[in-house]
């Protein structure tokens, strides 16, 4: 079946312009996580989303980044005025009841 | 808090050889122990996982690992490595308490196999 899908795969944008991440999950998988892995930072985690529970903001580095989830399925992780610091590799997950998360293949933000 | 140790940042080992990936974690409850592989410019791809059970875990490509409780450990083992499993490696945790709760990761192991 088909796996979690992230877009657009490769992202290069200038400093101070916002930029709009997509992830489709798994369909019938009700948690939803987004991660960032950059280099010598490993992976963080940056929110997730179960059901129509509010979701756990705890990771996200500022108030630049914002994320949001429509009808419980795709979602969406909004960067706002970005910055160098911001580059990095940006990994969607979703996960059914009580098991593995499963990864979609990322998005490599790149911030000039 | 919830945190996972990979000590080596890379293991190399000859084609053939054994293969140990060492993870050492720590939760306030039960763990959920995962293991992940990376291939370059790819998402992790899910190894296994140790929920409840016996210690010993097999997953996918000949992986296992072992949950031992007394060490905190969650070592991935295989017993004759293959150049295509260069790649890195991540262990993670969550803790039972938090069944939907993140994950938290390990650094990474970068494994180098030599033909």
């Known amino acids: 079946g088909a796996g979690v899908s992230q877009s657009p795969s490769n992202k290069v944008t200038e400093k101070g312009k916002d930029v709009e991440l997509r992830c489709d999950p798994i369909?019938?998988?009700?948690?939803l996580y987004w991660y960032r892995q950059s280099l010598g930072q490993g992976l963080e985690f940056l929110i997730y989303?179960?059901?129509?529970?509010?979701?756990?903001k705890s990771g996200l580095p500022s108030d630049r980044f914002s994320a949001e989830r429509t009808g419980g399925s795709v979602s969406t992780l909004t960067i706002q005025r970005t910055q160098q610091e911001d580059s990095a590799v940006y990994l969607c997950?979703?996960?059914?009841?009580?098991?593995?998360?499963?990864f979609g293949p990322g998005t490599r933000l790149t911030v000039l | 808090a919830q945190s996972v140790a990979q000590p080596e940042d890379q293991v190399n080992v000859a084609e053939g050889n054994p293969l140990t990936v060492k993870c050492t974690y720590s939760?306030?409850?039960?763990?959920?122990l995962f293991w992940y592989v990376q291939y370059p410019n790819r998402g992790l791809q899910f190894l296994l996982k140790?929920?409840?059970?016996?210690?010993l875990v097999k997953g996918s490509y000949g992986f296992e690992a072992e949950f031992n409780k007394s060490q905190t450990s969650f070592h991935l083992k295989k017993p004759s490595a293959l150049v295509s499993d260069s790649a890195l490696y991540f262990c993670?945790?969550?803790?039972?308490?938090?069944?939907?709760?993140?994950?938290?990761f390990g650094a990474g192991t970068q494994v180098v196999v030599t033909p």
């Open positions: 993670a945790v969550r803790d039972s308490t938090d069944s939907w709760g993140k994950l938290q």
């Open positions: 939760v306030s409850g039960n763990p959920y």
């Open positions: 989303f179960q059901g129509n529970s509010a979701p756990d």
């Open positions: 140790y929920i409840t059970g016996d210690n």
């Open positions: 369909s019938g998988h009700t948690a």
């Open positions: 997950a979703s996960s059914p009841p009580y098991n593995e998360q499963f």
